[in-house]
């Protein structure tokens, strides 16, 4: 019924920099939260950024100073631009969220993720 595709992942230089995009497909009601988060190899996932439907963002530490996440309504996606790369970056970054799919029924959803690897 609704899901979500995650696209933008790349292997990027040092220092370089990738738009991740996460667009929910499907019917829904309302949008809670739609999130970012990333695992790297043998480390547990880990929060990246969330927004709110009504548009208030939150950054982990790792991220205030460097990533961006957004709503990009027309699409009905949450972009997460993410600049200054590091190889400590290099994760599979996935999106979730947390939806209303009618007015009664709440529903959380994770995408499958999206690979970013950074290197030189």
Do not use: H
Request: with cysteine; charged share 20%.
């Amino acid at each position: 019924q609704v899901q979500l595709v995650e696209s933008g992942g790349d292997l990027v230089q040092p220092g370089g920099s990738l738009r991740l995009s996460c667009v929910i497909s499907g019917e829904f009601y309302a949008i809670n939260t739609m999130d970012w988060y990333r695992q790297a190899p043998g480390k547990q996932r880990e929060l990246v950024a969330w927004i709110t439907g009504g548009g208030s963002a939150t950054y982990s530490d790792f991220a205030k100073e460097r990533f961006t996440i957004s709503r990009d309504i027309p699409k009905n996606a949450a972009d997460l631009q993410m600049n200054s790369l590091k190889p400590e970056d290099t994760a599979i970054y996935y999106c979730k969220v947390d939806l209303l799919v009618t007015m009664s029924s709440r529903r959380e959803i994770w995408g499958q993720g999206t690979q970013v690897t950074v290197s030189s």
